[in-house]
């Protein structure tokens, strides 16, 4: 249970007639807000929307080509993000000249995390922030366990992957650990490591 409402998670249009096993998320870590939106539960909507339309942010901008392995401007975005859905892992928001989200923001996105995965029941979660993943060891309702990494040449380690599976195992999900995109080195080291992890069969049954 929250005290606050749990801000929704984007659903495109193509997400929501996938099969379970095949649904990707993508979860950043936190939204840079004006004072007073910070817990609004419309801001991820509002902002895939904005990109949508014409707006271009660092953060969307690197993942969309990383994944897509293409430059930004010959990527269909109203196509791409009807495939994907997409949450923050931290509820409130990060004010202007800020550089990162308080702890609370944290250990509410903890609280918060089992109904986002309840709305978006995902296959698959590409966790593009180190410091969000140091928060997802547990969850109320759920089982979380250390998978198989992923290994890639442009790695200087492999990425960690973690199985979520409900308390009465009638959910399931692997989740990926990657870099934010302010620290990488491009596109050309991430996208081989999003494929494969986005490749390979989820590893049901493993707990």
């Known amino acids: ?14 997400y929501e007639s996938l099969p379970q096993h095949k649904r990707v998320m993508i979860l950043g870590e936190s939204h840079y807000t004006k004072e007073g939106e910070e817990y609004d ?6 902002v895939i929307k904005s990109l949508i339309q014409g707006r271009k942010f660092r ?3 690197c993942v969309t080509t ?3 392995n293409e430059d930004y401007n010959k990527i269909n975005v109203e196509n791409f993000w009807s495939q994907f859905a997409y949450a923050n892992f931290c509820q409130g928001g990060v004010l202007s000249g800020k550089k990162s989200g308080k702890e609370k923001m ?13 709305l978006a029941r995902p296959g698959k979660i590409l966790v593009f922030s180190r410091k969000s993943w140091r928060y997802m060891k547990e969850f109320q309702g ?15 380690k492999p990425a960690p992957v973690r199985l979520i599976q409900s308390e009465s195992e009638s ?11 302010t620290g990488w080195q491009g596109r050309r080291v991430w996208h081989p ?8 069969p989820v590893a049901a049954g493993s707990f």
């Not at 539960?41 to 509002?46: A, F, G, K, Q």
């Not at 759920?142 to 200087?156: D, H, I, N, Q, R």
């Not at 959910?171 to 995109?181: D, G, I, V, Y």
């Open 1 to 14: 249970m929250t005290d606050f409402q749990v801000r929704s998670p984007w659903i495109g249009k193509e």
């Open 41 to 46: 539960p419309t801001l991820s909507v509002r």
């Open 59 to 61: 953060f969307f901008t």
């Open 66 to 68: 990383a994944m897509e």
């Open 106 to 118: 944290f250990q509410d996105g903890m609280r918060a995390f089992p109904q986002v995965l309840d």
């Open 142 to 156: 759920f089982s979380v366990k250390s998978s198989t990494p992923v290994c890639s040449e442009g790695l200087l």
């Open 171 to 181: 959910f399931f999900c692997e989740a990926l650990c990657l870099r934010h995109p």
């Open 193 to 200: 490591v999003i494929k494969e992890f986005l490749e390979r």
